[in-house]
């Protein structure tokens, strides 16, 4: 395979994966929203983050078949990165490398909303907790009041003398 068909099958992947990219930006959005309206409602949550693994485990393949390829670019035009070229030594090879760049962008974006819908999903976790040890509180100091031994069922035997 030469290089400029290696670059134009470059340019295809990393065009797949920032569409995909972008669905799962849009995904994240989204599970972040649901977070913060759905605080009792995990289910609609989960389906989300269902369909990020499922476009994460594309987006894996996607950078499997990318990497072999450039590897392969790389051997052929003898170089260590794509960014020790400052040329075009082949056509395409400038658009690879602002796709590229603008899937760096994506991930960048994409780590910063997962980091901020972790912080709501402590949040909404902590407020659970204390939520439940009110609850215990509660139940604690209802069944010291309500505890009759003699409701337990225990029997009293009465003896009769002959």
């Given at each position: 395979m030469n290089s400029e068909s290696l670059v134009i099958d470059l340019v295809h992947l990393v065009k797949e994966?920032?569409?995909?990219?972008?669905?799962l930006l849009e995904?994240?959005?989204?599970?972040?929203?649901?977070i913060l309206?759905?605080?009792?409602?995990?289910s609609r949550i989960q389906v989300v983050i269902d369909e990020k693994q499922k476009l994460m485990k594309v987006i894996d393949n996607?950078?499997?078949?990318?990497l072999d390829k450039l590897d392969e670019l790389k051997r052929l035009l003898n170089i260590k990165t794509l960014d020790s070229l400052k040329e075009e030594p082949v056509k395409g090879f400038r658009e690879l490398k602002q796709e590229i760049q603008d899937i760096i962008k994506l991930t960048e974006e994409l780590k910063q909303l997962d980091e901020a819908n972790t912080q709501k999903a402590k949040a909404n976790l902590d407020k659970v907790k204390e939520q439940l040890?009110?609850?215990?509180v509660g139940k604690k100091a209802?069944?010291?009041?309500?505890?009759?031994?003699?409701?337990?069922?225990?029997?009293?035997?009465i003896d009769k003398k002959k």
């Amino acid at each position: 395979m030469n290089s400029e068909s290696l670059v134009i099958d470059l340019v295809h992947l990393v065009k797949e994966k920032k569409a995909l990219m972008s669905n799962l930006l849009e995904l994240t959005i989204t599970q972040g929203k649901l977070i913060l309206e759905d605080e009792d409602d995990i289910s609609r949550i989960q389906v989300v983050i269902d369909e990020k693994q499922k476009l994460m485990k594309v987006i894996d393949n996607i950078d499997f078949e990318f990497l072999d390829k450039l590897d392969e670019l790389k051997r052929l035009l003898n170089i260590k990165t794509l960014d020790s070229l400052k040329e075009e030594p082949v056509k395409g090879f400038r658009e690879l490398k602002q796709e590229i760049q603008d899937i760096i962008k994506l991930t960048e974006e994409l780590k910063q909303l997962d980091e901020a819908n972790t912080q709501k999903a402590k949040a909404n976790l902590d407020k659970v907790k204390e939520q439940l040890k009110v609850i215990n509180v509660g139940k604690k100091a209802s069944n010291s009041y309500s505890t009759n031994k003699y409701q337990q069922g225990q029997s009293i035997l009465i003896d009769k003398k002959k």
